[in-house]
């Protein structure tokens, strides 16, 4: 177990590190920041003198090792617009965005169990059609069109709620709607396909033929094992969800970094941005590790492998 | 083993005929009792002979010049609304005074374009990635297996932005940008139907046999990914028509005035209080294409999951 | 309810229907098993035997029908019973154990947990109660260190413990009848032997009536009191276990019989017998003797026999359309008897 978790957490830290040089590469290659510090009315001069100052005129391997040495210590350096520290800049907005996606992965969790739970328990049946709908519509629905369309019909036709901004938590509500739909489809069909694996296996004839009440059968013999898999894919989504909050946040104008990425890239403030993109990433990464972690731990045969 | 066989009692045999319809017959079967593959093709072929004939439609003049402005007529209204509706426009007009309707035919042409040559770039890279991970093992297979979680660490959607705005914003960029990241579904789910196809005992067989490797895996491991295969390239085709439309909304996709869909979001964006259709349309038809696709894959998985069987 | 029986069944039939039609997987069995006494069900794969047992639990797939003339256990009719009443004898009058020990239990809880769980359920809620009895039983289906398996997970445990595990289980309740479906059909030849032992010794101890389901029949020689051989979903052979291996009448039995080799008798280099062809389909009405068509005997009036069975003595039965004498001298002249 613990060698599994060391050979996995190295090779977790290996991929945030090509990660970040990719998109480092990636955005120093292309585009010429001195330009962007420098503002419009720069002349040649200062921009030649900014970029001496601020080491572009070196190889850009050279400019990623003493990024990524500075990253490590946890400076992300300044924002060329802002010219406010990074981190500062981040950690002041990083709670909204993970309370929307904590708030829309639980969303998706408590719409899609039951559902799946309750579809896999009637194949077929009415209950089973109704969520296998829901699911093929929601997978369709585009979330940034989903989220205006919410706009329009609950914040201006009925003015139920609150459309911008992210004081109150009803603020919130339809952010949290808007991205934990679309998790849905997948998690609902991973519990359904689990829970009839699950419910046709050997154990759950075992479970009945012991007499056990059908909800001791369903609760703790069926959902337990079901649920293993679902749990890994909400980690997952979760990761993704992070993503999806820089549509979510800029059309509700919540202020979080998913926000701060849009705007940062409007204005090619490449710190920022590098530093954004390094955080999605070591969540993905560490959501994925725990999740295959906590798989292990779950289900006792996976850390015997 | 002697020659009695159960079909030689006439009764019986009947049984089994009853019980194993032809191969042919059992799809024939599936395909029709599969409504949602029905209803999705039905819709995907509409959308497609739509997009494909808009030249011949303007042409002969059923729907108008996308780019045509008229500032004299901006912001009508579709044909339910009674009021500022004008009979030329059936769908309205958006905020320069273009034909909404043609826009939107217009616009089905552009998701169409990306989502098949995402799909056919994503799906080439994922193939090779996962087909020789599969069936190489070992190394390669770790070393494939890296660059998937890699692929999987980078959040897709905010380095596509980031790379449109170091290569600039254009059609093609977002093509390859989407291209090169929508791979990574390809690149798992053929790696794991490589590996148990090379378990196969014919696929071992042919090893023995001394065939070639390249032969091994077009002639015996492709035929055996290829239904997954298409399965994936519907899902994926989807994701990427999503992607595009999101991109565009946010200003960093296809740039004006070309007609995509989720650009014509964007511009109605600033109109949606007073008119909503404007968001309404584009982002309907959005999600017919995205529903049709969804659904023609699913169908397309269930009935090849049954020839499978 | 007559003398000490337990069980007593008639005419049980299964039909489950398919896209095909209606699937007759047993079609009309009958028996009776008494208190401390075995009752071995004999068949090839997909003659109906596990579904036989199934029916009897009530666990049949929800599609399946069951109907029958007769089912009491326990002098009780248990045909019209409901789940909640069914489950209510499940476990603790009627127990089952399984064919499969690697996938019978529960991967995601203890040894300990499974085992407890059954007599908290049906018994008494008192923790320790319940963990003494399993540490009890534990010991009884010769598991050493039984207090420390109790937190072991199933995937530590190989095969055989596993089914000594489900035997355990099954017992935990003190239930008059077991079922036992192929239960060791999964294991290894050596371990066969033992938890077969141990199967006909706790019988012996708990005075319980058991069903054994195999397609061995050098189980069935060891441990049954009746037996009763399938065919296709019907019974085409029953009676005392003696007579049966002395005196097998039906053209399958005896075929079955050839299958074993015996040693000192069987010649070195000589052939072991088989019964040639495979168990028809059951889809639709079906008429005649099912065995016709892989029959050396059969006939045109194969094709329409009734299916009642020929009754000798001492309940020994067969349903055939020879007479007990050309039976007799059929398997003698294949060489059996």
Redesign the interface.
């Known amino acids: 177990m613990l060698v599994y978790a060391l050979k996995r957490t190295f ?1 977790a830290f ?3 590190i ?2 970040s040089g ?2 480092f590469s ?2 120093h ?3 010429d920041p001195a330009l962007t510090i420098g503002g419009e009315n720069a002349s040649d001069e200062d921009i030649e003198a900014i970029r001496i100052l601020y080491g572009f005129d070196r190889p850009v391997y050279e400019q990623y090792f003493s990024w990524l040495g500075r990253a490590l210590q946890g400076d992300f350096g300044e924002s060329y617009h802002y010219k406010a520290p990074v981190v500062e800049m981040i950690s002041g907005r990083i709670g909204t965005t993970m309370t929307l996606g904590v708030a829309a992965i639980l969303f998706a969790l408590i719409v899609s169990i039951p559902l799946g739970t309750v579809a896999a328990m009637r194949p077929n049946s009415l209950i089973d059609r109704f969520a296998l709908l829901i699911a ?2 929601g ?7 989903f989220a ?2 919410m ?2 019909v609950f914040g ?1 036709w009925w003015r139920w709620l609150p459309i911008s901004g992210n004081t109150t938590w009803a603020h919130f509500v339809m952010p949290t709607i808007a991205l934990g739909y679309y998790a849905t489809p997948a998690l609902m069909r991973l519990t359904r396909a689990g829970m009839i694996e699950v419910l046709a ?3 759950i ?10 909800t ?1 059968i369903l609760f ?2 069926a959902l ?2 079901a649920i293993i898999p679902v749990v890994a894919l909400a980690a ?1 989504w979760f ?1 993704f969800m ?3 909050s ?2 979510i946040e ?1 059309i509700f104008n919540l202020k979080g970094i998913g926000w701060l ?2 705007d940062a ?1 409007l204005r ?1 403030d490449l710190p920022v ?1 590098q530093a ?2 390094l955080i ?2 070591s969540f ?2 560490v959501l ?1 590790l725990s999740a295959d972690l906590l798989n292990a731990y ?4 996976i850390s ?1 492998r | 083993m002697t020659d009695a066989s159960p079909s030689s009692q006439p009764s019986l045999r009947i049984a089994e005929e009853i019980l194993e319809p032809s191969p042919m017959a059992k799809l024939r079967r599936r395909i029709f009792k599969n409504y ?1 593959f029905l209803i999705g093709a039905f819709i995907l072929v509409l959308i497609v002979s739509i997009a494909l004939l808009a030249p011949v439609l303007e042409a002969s003049g059923w729907i108008q010049d996308p780019y045509a402005q008229d500032l004299s007529k901006r912001l009508n209204n579709p044909f339910w609304h009674e009021k500022k509706f004008d009979a030329d426009h059936i769908l309205g007009t958006d905020k320069v005074g273009r034909d909404y309707l043609s826009r939107l035919v217009y616009g089905a042409q552009i998701s169409l374009l990306i989502g098949f040559s995402t799909m056919i770039i994503s799906g080439f890279i994922g193939t090779v990635l996962g087909v020789s991970a599969g069936y190489f093992g070992g190394r390669i297979d770790m070393v494939v297996n ?1 660059i998937i ?2 692929r ?8 596509a ?3 449109v ?3 600039g914003a254009s059609l093609l960029v977002v093509i390859m940008v989407l291209g090169l990241f929508l791979w990574d579904r390809f690149a798992v789910v053929m790696r794991s139907i490589t590996m148990q196809a090379r378990d196969l005992d014919y696929v071992k067989a042919a090893r023995a046999l001394g065939c070639s490797t390249p032969y091994i895996i077009v002639r015996e491991i492709f035929p055996n990914v290829l239904s997954s295969l298409t399965v994936v390239a519907t899902v994926e085709m ?1 994701n990427a028509i ?1 992607l595009e ?2 991109l565009s ?2 200003g ?1 996709g296809v740039q004006a005035p070309t007609p995509s869909w989720g650009l014509m ?1 964007n511009e109605g ?1 600033e109109y ?2 007073f008119s ?1 259709w404007l ?2 349309l584009p ?1 309907g038809c ?3 294409l ?2 049709a696709i ?2 023609f894959g ?1 169908g397309l998985r269930d009935v090849a999951l049954e020839r499978e069987r | 309810m007559s003398g000490d029986n337990i069980l007593e069944v008639q005419n049980l039939k299964v039909d489950i229907p398919v896209t095909a039609g209606m699937l007759h997987p047993v079609r009309g069995v009958s028996f009776t098993v008494a208190r401390g006494e075995t009752l071995c069900i004999v068949g090839e794969s997909g003659c109906g035997k596990s579904l036989t047992s199934l029916a009897l ?1 009530g ?1 049949l797939p929800k599609t399946a029908i069951r109907t029958a003339d007769r089912m009491d256990f326990l002098g009780q009719d248990i045909r019209d019973f409901k ?1 909640r009443r ?7 009058k009627m ?2 154990i ?1 064919q ?1 020990p690697m ?7 203890t040894i300990g947990n499974q085992l407890m ?2 007599y908290r ?2 018994i008494s809620k008192n923790g320790s109660e319940a963990r003494a009895r399993a540490i009890f039983l534990l010991e009884k289906v010769g598991i050493s260190a039984a207090a420390s398996r109790l937190s072991q ?1 199933p ?1 530590q445990l190989s095969g055989g413990l596993r089914q000594r595990v ?1 035997i355990a ?1 099954s017992l935990m309740c003190g239930p008059d009848l077991i079922i036992a479906d192929e239960p060791t059909t999964a294991l290894d030849v050596t371990i066969q032997a033992q938890i077969l032992h141990l199967l006909a010794e706790l019988q012996d101890e708990f005075e319980m009536g058991m069903i054994l389901i195999t397609h061995d029949l050098g189980v069935v020689a060891r441990v049954a009191d009746q037996v009763q051989v399938m065919y296709a979903g019907t019974t085409v052979e029953e009676g005392p276990c003696q007579a049966v291996f002395d005196n097998p009448l039906h053209p399958y039995t005896a075929g079955l019989l050839r299958c074993i080799p015996v040693p000192g008798k069987a010649k070195r280099g000589s052939k072991l017998g088989s019964v040639p062809g495979i168990v028809p389909n059951l889809v639709g009405d079906l008429q005649g003797c099912m065995f016709r068509n892989r029959c050396a005997h059969a006939s045109s009036i194969c094709e329409t026999l009734s299916g009642e069975p020929t009754r000798i003595d001492d309940g020994h039965a067969f349903t055939c359309r020879l007479t007990p004498e050309e039976a007799a001298k059929t398997a003698a002249v294949q060489g059996v008897a």
């Open positions: 090779v290996l991929i945030l090509v990660v990719l998109t990636l955005s290659l292309s585009t093929v519509l997978q369709a629905l585009p979330t940034f069109w205006l369309m706009i329009i201006v296996s050997d154990y004839r075992t479970a009945r033929a012991k007499g056990l009440s059908p001791s703790k013999h337990r094992n997952v990761g992070l993503g999806g820089i549509v800029t990425s849009y890239l090619s941005v954004i993109v999605f990433a993905y990464v994925t779950l289900d006792p045969r015997v | 949602s890296f979680n890699t999987l660490a980078m959040p897709v959607f905010l380095v932005m980031a790379a705005v170091a290569f989807a999503l439309a999101a909304f946010l960093f979001l964006r949606m209080f909503a968001l309404a982002g959005l999600f017919l995205v529903l969804n659904l699913d | 639990m666990l789940e069914m489950a209510a004898l499940r476990g603790v127990a089952m399984f499969e996938t019978s239990l529960n991967p995601a809880y769980e059954v359920r049906h997970y995937h489900m289980m």
